[in-house]
């Protein structure tokens, strides 16, 4: 109302009669301040939107990452008890003779087919002869024809492999003697009396953490024990490699460890073993060099009391003053094979532009 202004511009005349303040200066002070609380609010709001945001991006980005990782963990588990599945059925047909070596050729194809495998191989029960087709220690890409039995004095012999998957000159013969009945694997086999995983153990040629899935043979007729057979999967080969080609934030990092905390493989650089030769072990993933990975393992050890009874979700935690977002899987094939997969992201990796502006 007019009344209500002139008492107003009575007001502000006396404040400028008392105050050396302009008047002008009066004027804006309120405007000024209720358009920086508004850009406030707004802004903040709108941080506080963009934050929520970009963490609902990060769950919908975890399922998708963890479920790509679960799907080519099944595709290589699987493939090992393919192989296992045709040379056990070889072995109990006669068509491999494991103490002569007759049919060595037929490991070959298999290793052939799968040239990612480590090593195909069966050893007796009986004679305690191993036979086996896999990769040379120098080359890769070149296979071999491994032996041990009475006639090597149980010393394990290495012969290079002809075009038709046959053994043709000796390459090396180890200063090793070889029995497979007293290899852990070939125990835990005969001792549960179905297809299995071995546990995981660092091979004594590649000193890397391997698995072996292995299978008994039995005579169908009298039940009687024929060998065990099995193919192994170099794990720090055959997952490490996936897990660094996997895309998955610019910090973020994906990692699979043993339910005691030895890992097993990892999408960083950082070493997952330590020692050297015969005393090379696994490194425990609280241990790592790598702080995300040391960080999350700890986190999920604090809140499960241990690894043990970890369970498959989705968590937020805080690491030097840094919000990551972490999933944890439990994977497990029903051949009691237990594996936990870990992927976590920092929050700063989906935040940076919002911060910016």
């Known amino acids: 109302s007019i009344r209500e202004f002139l008492i107003s511009l009575m007001i502000l005349r006396k404040i400028k009669k008392g105050s050396k303040t302009p008047l002008r200066v009066v004027l804006i002070i309120p405007v000024v301040a209720q358009l920086v609380l508004v850009f406030g609010i707004v802004s903040y709001l709108s941080y506080k939107n963009g934050q929520a945001s970009v963490k609902e991006i990060a769950y919908q980005l975890r399922d998708e990452l963890t479920a790509r990782i679960l799907q080519q ?18 072995v109990r047909e006669g068509d491999i003779d494991i103490v002569t070596g007759r049919g060595e050729h ?19 029960e009986a004679e305690g002869a191993f036979l086996g087709v ?6 890769d890409d070149k296979a071999q024809i491994f032996i041990a039995n009475e006639s090597t004095d149980r010393y394990r012999h290495v012969y290079d492999v002809d075009e038709t998957g046959r053994r043709s000159v ?23 009396r179905e297809v299995t ?29 024929l060998a065990i057979c099995g193919s192994d999967i170099i794990l720090s080969l055959e997952l490490t490699e996936f897990l660094q080609n996997l895309e998955i934030s610019e910090s973020g990092i994906a990692f699979i460890m043993e339910p005691s905390g030895g890992l097993i493989a990892s999408s960083t650089t950082d070493p997952i073993t330590t020692g ?3 005393d090379i072990k696994s490194v425990a993933a609280q241990n790592s060099d790598n702080s995300i990975i040391s960080g999350a393992s700890n986190f999920l050890i604090q809140t499960y009391s241990g690894l043990e009874d970890i369970q498959s979700s ?44």
Request: proline share 5%; with cysteine; net charge negative.
């Open 73 to 90: 963990l099944t595709v290589t588990i699987e493939r090992p008890y393919s192989i296992n599945d045709i040379i056990s059925s070889y």
């Open 106 to 124: 037929l490991l070959w194809n298999q290793y052939k087919i799968y040239p990612s495998s480590n090593l195909i191989y069966c050893g007796t």
């Open 134 to 139: 896999g990769a040379s220690n120098e080359d």
């Open 170 to 192: 000796l390459a090396e013969a180890l200063e090793r003697q070889y029995d497979p009945r007293v290899r852990p694997w070939y125990e835990k086999a005969k001792r549960l």
């Open 197 to 225: 995983w071995s546990d995981i153990y660092v091979d004594f040629d590649t000193f890397l953490p391997t698995i072996s899935a292995i299978a008994p043979v039995y005579n169908q007729a009298s039940g009687e024990l």
């Open 276 to 278: 050297t030769g015969e």
């Open 314 to 357: 989705q968590w937020d935690f805080n690491l030097a003053g840094d919000r990551q977002y972490l999933e944890v899987v439990r994977f497990g094939d029903g051949y009691n094979l237990d594996w936990i997969v870990v992927l976590v992201m920092p929050e700063s990796d989906f935040m940076e532009k919002i911060n910016q502006s």
